[in-house]
């Protein structure tokens, strides 16, 4: 069977439904995890909560470092668990690119330390012409280099809105805005990765995998972090980054070598890639299967649509109950973005959500980026109040007042003090 054409695979949704149906009557092969397994972490899933997300471990109450390398000073990080949010308030005057410094962090486990010097990629699989193939760290710069601006963004960004604004019970790390950062990501093309290896004509997925530890959820061990990506995908724009603005990738954000796959959600980023297996029948794993997917009342046994590609979120370079002085104007600063298409438009609220101004737009809109914005406010009474945001992409597309959906699109109401 020849590879699809490229744009059936454009859209993350339909490739992972699809899959999962494969999976489901046993035309795929699920790699660490079999049908009995997927339907009890399903039935898990159902049990607490909408959002069939991946609830890690927290790290041990005691433990100050909950496994990420570089320093997480309170004013610039959340730590959730073995993750560490960013702060918006700190990106404020950070520009357009998330210093490494300020780039949030989603681990499952921990960040592994791994010696560049000695790390090799291996690619193999019957989806190649021949044997596996290896590939250190200067023959994979020997490659040409192809640069991008992207942000990456967790799926599971905003969730935590959903029960402090919407009264939904999910489960998860429970992120407010700060799981997105964007950089300037420097790599080699899996194209050209891949056409080295020799891909075979009817090779239909690529699955990358993480150097880091094995991941065990409830007592089940689910292997390492690894996300099937469709071969046409893994053709078209994704690359193997060994730079992030300008810098060697730190060791949180996957020294020596990740993925970065632009506009997809942040899981099939996979951070300190070890192996790509390239595969002619389709493959699932549990990132694909039961975790990213939605589960609960109203959706199928097996599991709802697949979380897609990025929906638009808004946030404020503030913090919450930040205090803004009465009589003055303060220039209000945020950021917003869509997975889906270029931000057209932002509109700014300052009573509540019943009068709405264009913010002016600080970065020219364009895909997979965001747009910083600001707008001047002079509030008048003294007391708390309520600050909204919300953008329209170039689809038209805008952030609702409330959500019925999953990945966290309404617009967030941020209080804060005048004083
Ligand atoms: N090997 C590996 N890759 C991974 C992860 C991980 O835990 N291990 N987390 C994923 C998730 S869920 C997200 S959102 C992004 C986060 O990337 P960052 O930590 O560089 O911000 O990495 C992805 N790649
Ligand atoms: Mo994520």
Redesign the pocket.
Known sequence: MPPRPSHLYQAEAPYDRARLAQFLDGRARGAGIDRRTLLRLAAAATATAPLGA?ATAPAAAADPAPGIVKPLPADVFTVRGT?AETRFAALAGTGHLTPAGH???????RTPRIDAATWQLTVHGDGLTGGPLRLGLDELRALPAVTRTAF?????NGRSHFATQQGQQVSGTAWTLG?I?QARWRGARLFDVLRRAGLRPDAVDVLP????DE?VTDGVPLG??RRPLPVAKALDDVILAYEMNGEPLPP???HPV?LLVPGW?????????GDIEVSTQPLCTPWNTDLYRLFGPGHPEEGSAPLTRQTLKSAFELDVDAPLPAGRITVLTGRSWSGAAPVRRVEVSTDGGHRWHRALLRDTPARNRWVRWSFPHLPRHRGPAELLARATDTTGRTQPPNTQGYLFDAVVRHRVQIV
């Open positions: 991946l993750n780039f949030f962090v989603r681990n499952h486990t990456l963004e967790c799926a599971g799981a950062g995998r993480g150097l880091d991941v390492r972090v949180d954000h996957g990740r959600t942040g899981v099939s980023s996979i951070k300190w890639l």
